[in-house]
């Protein structure tokens, strides 16, 4: 199948924007926005996200022991926007505490809810990286909250009928 049908199907799945964190014990943290999430299980519980092979944080992130993925909320454009340009001042900009999780990533004060995960295993998949981890921490900081949606080349929310 042909790459542009698979990026045109793709562009039309609706997916919650993710901001992705690492600790750099020599660069400091480190954060990438992914759209590729997901859950894989409950028991125990294990999420993975997909990380491009081009990305200037993969290192990072293939070094961690952990990360914490930072769901956004509607409105942080933004914040998925700057996490997601190459060579920009992230952290800078951003506010954020440290994760409670020995070895997960700053957890962004602008995220709705987040997840603090060991990694469990990174496989070396087509043109990305597939990292899987333990959820061993986070939850809601905002339960009422909107997701920030990634549908179609634009952020929007979910409305519900």
Do not use: Q
């Not at 992705?20 to 125990?44: C, N």
């Amino acid at each position: 199948m042909a790459d542009n049908v698979v990026r045109s199907v793709m562009g039309n799945v609706a997916a919650c924007v993710t901001v992705v964190t690492v600790d750099d014990p020599e660069h400091g943290p480190v954060g990438i926005t992914v759209s590729a999430f997901t859950s894989v299980s409950a028991d125990p519980p294990i999420v993975l996200v997909c990380i491009g092979k081009h990305a200037d944080s993969l290192p990072a992130f293939l070094e961690a022991p952990g990360f914490t993925v930072n769901f956004l909320p509607h409105g942080r454009d933004e914040e998925a926007m700057l996490f997601a340009t190459r060579g920009a001042d992230k952290f800078g900009e951003t506010s954020y505490r440290p994760s409670t999780v020995e070895g997960a990533g700053p957890v962004l004060d602008a995220a709705y809810a987040t997840f603090e995960c060991r990694t469990t295993e990174a496989l070396d998949m087509g043109d990305h990286w597939v990292i899987f981890g333990e959820v061993v921490g986070g939850g809601f900081a905002d339960a009422e909250a909107e997701p920030l949606v990634y549908l179609k080349r634009a952020f929007g929310r979910v409305v519900l009928d």
